[in-house]
């Protein structure tokens, strides 16, 4: 399995068939490029374009005499002028900020149990519990959110499960506080006061809001059926015998875990976070389908407000300013999460590294976590 | 040694027992919801089995929505998407994989690089081109773009570097051309990568969401997601309706879950194409 | 040969993205266009549910067979955002709500055909809904209904907790008594949606509001007054929102018997009657505060676009629906109070069980409504939600901040 079959194109036809491959090549590679290229090279450019102007979403924001370029002023408006534009934008990655911290790693090591319980040799019906698993990974995410608004609804399913064990449930799409005030006194007045990006130092330490915690449950629960499926395509990697010779030497299973699966998997664990990184940072569906719900604002995201800006607001400018800040953030995210797990790179676990982001991406894509790994549609 | 071992595995099979409930567990209970009345779903709506058995808000969704349309488009848009993209993204993966042209290199790079922009990102100024084409609220401006993705020639790419060069040396011999041996001598042996990538293409059109709310707005053209979406996040003062909402779900994921179930060794093989293709 | 194979598998590639382009066209809107003689209208709606949506239904009707054109009524999930995402899509419906809250911010994009003072009945309508739908003292568009808030009451639950008729609030102390008498078990006194046009009405109640001529007056006394009243109601228990009774809406939430008492406006009978029918109810004006009575008007106007090829036929329409007897028509469905005077004396002869929504129209003001207020409102409502524990002064303190730099970037 190890080395990966690159078989080269055939060298022997240099001569006449060149010039046939070459256009032929073109051709074949014709329509993608013409699909890829103005779908999603030239709106890159288009929307840098916008995002230093002052159009306002009329007529076309090309050759059109109304349209000022107004330089860094939409980047201005979302990092350094007192606005409610900026508060909106600081609230966003806010929500957004703990929103990865906890769908991140819950989904990876939930992810990771699923796949190391379900690998078991001496399991039974392995096919039962991995198509439980990975089931909620196929289905759309207009429907499961419609689901979850029926379970976390006030007298829904899960307040009525919780009255059970004697739990009060909160009321989950209508309670913005934020779990980490629920366990903190109230702060002093300095803590109040408009912080960065307009947003309090007390209103960033907030935490996920309960409703929030609804919409990291459900991408914890629609994600790690798929990160399951590449972490069982590692775990086959390694083979039984390796860990069998681990447990012969004496180490418990759970030793045995964290010394040798959790290292030989890395390869894999290094797709699941970046994939589930850039995943996270996209949310947007479920975001879009709760903007009514009174907890809305605890909810909202970089990726939904462009869209509100856009579409409610009128301000194209800000939207593609946001767009980009959020591109950057993604950028440096996955730099940085790279850095942290650096190998030593050799080219060979590039390219394999590469595919398997490719094949979790296209599985992750038609997912209800649509989005996440790439620009991928 | 093995004591231990045998409790593990009991203790294991418990663990995934509640696990798997917990995951099964929405599912069945959005089934059971969606024939209730509006009433039982709000005062019992943990009961599996409805009381008043009523089929009120699959009618109702039938008769005062426009679901069937929706799906029409939905099964257009998949459909049409899926056709074309794998036809693409296998003739582009083939280009990259066997024939060897001037550009080659620059084409690939270009293609991991677009694998790298996230398309959240790209929602809006996706907006702003289809609006600057004329596509805006029509069926090419949802469609086109969604013809050819990097992910999925990628896939391709990869599996027919694994497919040995030699196969199509009989057929050049004999005179084929460029496009006939991709036809049909490679593109055949490809079989299971095109099956991948066939389920993968249809999922993702028939869940795309994010897509359909940016390039259209006329009500004929919603497609289930946005469709059912605007019955999710609810129209004003028509109050929760949950079994309406709950029969959308279930209706709206039976064709991915057949495709599921019938493809299911596939979907969830996962040697082939992954680490080994 | 070689290549004409492959040209031709190329050149089907190509082929079948112009197909696929040329067959879209949405079937509605701008894109259409073109054929011409079978032009047909498209009407964007935000509907309080199904009575309107029907009773808008059949009047387009009723008008399509008038005229010979069609037309297809859009309910909206968001009538703004769909409304915004028409424009930047241009290709805006044909006919819309225009709401009362984002009139300023259209017209001052220009994005409103003026035609409303070429209408025949342009001097029917009540003065204050005229200046409403005024941009730069030119009538755009005309005023569709309008709208007051009323105080909701079950009176099966009212008789139920011992209440007369002379228990009927008048002031804020009897609505807080009646609210108590009226919590019991699954039920609470009173429920209202948590925004500010409903909270509004406590705060000109006070003697206070956002708004004085051209000062922004948000966190005065009077309204800091206001919420901490709401306040002690949350408290004590008597007041929660829907959304904490598992309701979309007060009148869901009044409907199902979580709420013995709701402020909603009239469209709440139609909804009643539609989802509900059992509900026995009444209406009462909404109680006096420190300062005497308040309350708001809501309206919506027939918005029509700028510049659009089919002004003309929408305006035609627009002519048809706000005639009286169109209007009374619409009032019987669900409930709304025509905009002409003359309807409305009509209105109030025939639905005397409405009548302190029309005696509620002597007094009541329009919410705030400037150019770029609504985002403001919007951020404002999202911290009602937790009103109970937050601190009054401090909550209109940023209103007004954020208020007052919203209404200078209107003033230009």
Redesign the interface.
Known sequence: MGATSTAPAPRTRRGSARGGETAAGWLFTLPAILIIGVFLVAPIALALWVSFTDWNGRNSPLFNDNVEVVGLDNYAAITTDDSLTRELFGRSIRNNVYYVLFVVPLQTALALFLAVQVNRRLLRGKGFFRTAFYFPSVTSSIAITGVFLFLFASTGVVNRVLALMSVEGPNWFADPRGIIHLLLPQPPASWLEPGFLGVSAWEWIAGPSIAQCVLILLAVFTTSGTFMLLFLAGLQNIGPEIREAALMDGAGPIRSFFSITVPMLKPTLFTVLTLGLIGTWQVFDQVYLTRGTPAASTLTSPAYLAFQQAFTDNEPGIAAAIAFVLFLIIIAMTLIQRWVLADRDEPRNRRRERRRLAEGAARLQVGPTAGAGGGLT | MKERVTGGLITGYVVLVVLALLYIYPFVIAVSGSFKTDQEANADPMALIPETFTFAAYERLFTGTDLPLWATNSFVVTIVVTVFRVFFDSLAGYALSRLRFRGRNTVFALFIAVLAVPSVVLMIPRFLVIKELGLYDTYGGMIIPLLADAAGIFIMKQFFDSIPASIEEAARIDGAGVFRTFWSVTLPMAAPALITLTILSFQGSWNEFAHFVISRQSPDLHTLTTGVGTLVSGQLGSGTQFPLKLAAAVLMTIPVAIMFFVFQKRIMSTTEGGEKG | ???S??????LA??L??AL??????????A?DEPEGSAESL?MLI?????AETQAVQAAADAWTEESGVPV?V?????????L????????APDLFYMGWDQFQ?YAS?D?LEPYAMDLENAGDFYPALVDAFSFEDEFVCAPKDFSTLGLVINTDLWAAAGLTDADIPTDWESLQSAAQRLTSGETVGLSMG?EYQRLGVFMQQAGGGLMDGDTVTANSPENVEALEYVQGLLEAGVLK?P???????G??AF??GSAAMVIEGP?IRG?LEN?YPDVQFQVAELPSGPDGPGTFTFSNCWGIPEGQDTAETAQDLVAFLTSDEQQLQFSEAFGVIPSTESAAATYAETYPENAAFVTGADYAISPVAFAGAS??VT?FN?KI??LQSADAQ?LLDELQS?LE??YEASQG
């Open positions: 040969m070689k290549h194979k492959m040209s031709a598998a190329a590639g190509v079948a993205l696929a382009s040329c067959s879209g066209g949405g079937g509605t809107g894109t498209t935000g509907s309080s549910g199904d297809e859009v309910v909206a999930s968001n009538l703004n955002q769909e915004a995402q028409g424009f930047a899509g241009d290709s911010t994009d994005y948590p929102w959304a904490d009774l598992g309701a979309g809406w009148g869901e409907g199902r469209w909804a989802d985002e403001v951020e999202t939600t937790t401090a954020q730099s919203a």
